[in-house]
T-cell receptor, first 108, second 117 residues
Framework: DAKTTQPPSMDCAEGRAANLPCNHS???????VYWYRQIHSQGPQYIIH???NNETNEMASLIITEDRKSSTLILPHATLRDTAVYYC?????????FGTGTRLTIIP | DVKVTQSSRYLVKRTGEKVFLECVQD?????MFWYRQDPGLGLRLIYF???????EKGDIPEGYSVSREKKERFSLILESASTNQTSMYLC????????????????FGDGTRLSIL
């Protein structure tokens, strides 16, 4: 299972792009990288996932390095509602492996 | 949208009690999961199920059991509650992974904060 490492906290100005890094150097070849976020008192919310290629959806973009050892989640225009804990999660053998995440604070 | 509903948001029980946490999903998902979330430890998988009447141990199954009698419902049972089982419990569901090369996101409920006194 992939062990993920993220900075414990980050700040970002409202309206700017938030770039959240994740190191997953132990990831195996068939193991997806998932990103979730958790707003206080709610369950984790799925954001995006990828295997090798960069991915984009209506919420965010995911950039995965060519060696797959790290990735970056990009929220293109952060709003106050994006304040949450963001988890980079490895997925292998039917199991998600959550770390302790990055607490992202959007500053007005 | 997928809806995963957990029966209680907050629950207080006493040591030694048998505790049932219920989870229902409305998307006909094959897979269901139970996690607990503790500060500094992230989410840890307790049990999961691929189908009705099937169950698999996760990373921390000790002190817990599960029941899946219907596809939409997955119950977590604390056989004899102890204070170290005070935690946030999260249920999730996902559609079946046909192969390890197809990713399917898990969808979570809002959790049950359980206190054992």
């Amino acid at each position: 299972d992939a062990k993920t490492t993220q900075p414990p906290s980050m700040d970002c100005a409202e309206g700017r792009a938030a770039n959240l890094p994740c190191n997953h150097s132990t990831i195996s070849g068939n193991e997806y990288v998932y990103w979730y976020r958790q707003i206080h008192s709610q369950g984790p919310q799925y954001i995006i996932h990828g295997l090798k290629n960069n991915e984009t959806n209506e919420m965010a973009s995911l950039i995965i390095t060519e060696d797959r050892k790290s990735s970056t989640l990009i929220l293109p225009h952060a709003t106050l509602r994006d304040t949450a804990v963001y988890y980079c999660v490895g997925f292998g053998n039917e199991k998600l492996t959550f770390g302790t995440g990055t607490r992202l604070t959007i500053i007005p | 949208d997928v809806k995963v509903t957990q029966s209680s948001r907050y629950l207080v029980k006493r040591t030694g009690e048998k505790v049932f946490l219920e989870c229902v999903q409305d998307m006909d998902h094959e897979n269901m999961f139970w996690y607990r979330q503790d500060p500094g430890l992230g989410l840890r998988l307790i049990y999961f199920s691929y189908d009705v009447k099937m169950k698999e141990k996760g990373d921390i199954p000790e002190g817990y059991s599960v029941s899946r009698e219907k596809k939409e419902r997955f119950s977590l049972i604390l056989e004899s509650a102890s204070t170290n089982q005070t935690s946030m419990y999260l249920c999730a569901s996902s559609s079946y992974l046909r192969t390890a090369f197809i990713g399917q996101p898990q969808h979570f409920g809002d959790g049950t904060r359980l206190s054992i006194l």
